[in-house]
């Protein structure tokens, strides 16, 4: 059974920084896409940013790149988001999610096992 099991969520002033921690397990850590997804309540999941794990090639939406940066332990099987100079509109539940082999077009169809969350606030 795959388990990812996401942390570090907070609420935070404008321009601060968070870094959020997805663990997995049951899970082949290799060849394959880990992403972070977000929610926020009445609009659809958005794809943030997804890494290939057997090669650590990065994507990132328009909206975070420059500020938010996706990276992986593969020895500890864990997926890290740090996130640089947020904004107000970050605000959202953080979705860690394994994807495969089209996984970096950040589409969550591409993606068949999710964690259950974790929550970004962030004030003006």
């Known amino acids: 059974q795959v388990q990812l099991v996401e942390s570090g969520g907070d609420s935070v002033q404008a321009g601060g920084s968070l870094r959020l921690s997805c663990a997995a397990s049951g ?13 926020v309540p009445g ?11 057997g090669g650590g090639v990065t994507y990132y939406a328009a909206s975070v790149k420059g500020r938010f940066t996706i990276s992986q332990d593969n ?14 509109e970050d605000t959202a539940m953080y979705y860690c999610a394994a994807g495969g082999p089209m996984g970096w ?3 969550e169809r591409e993606y068949g ?6 929550q970004v606030t962030v004030s003006s």
């Open 43 to 53: 609009k659809e999941r958005e794809g943030v940013a997804a890494i290939y794990t």
């Open 113 to 118: 096992h999710w964690g259950q969350g974790t």
């Open 105 to 107: 077009r950040l589409r």
């Open 75 to 88: 020895a500890k099987n864990t997926v890290y988001l740090q996130m640089n100079s947020l904004k107000p």
């Open 27 to 39: 899970y082949t850590y290799s060849s394959n896409y880990m992403g972070w997804f977000r929610r």
